[in-house]
């Protein structure tokens, strides 16, 4: 059974799939995070238009705290 940690980051990596899809459609740009991990690259971001504006940067709603 996989971990919690394996599967938050698991679905973190199906939502950003499924939103790049869609964004790189339209055109948009986008704001995240990556990891770098021994399988690969994982990255999460949102669009632009939906970030947070932190002073004078765009975070993602799920900004590392």
Known sequence: MPSKASQTLE???QEQQRKK????EA???QDGIFWI???G???FGVPYTAGEKYGDFINTPYGHY
Not at 21 to 24: A, I, V
Request: aromatic fraction near 0%.
């Open 11 to 13: 679905m973190i990596h």
């Open 21 to 24: 899809e869609l964004e790189n």
């Open 37 to 39: 991990l021994p399988d």
């Open 41 to 43: 690259l994982l990255t």
């Open 27 to 29: 055109g948009i740009p």
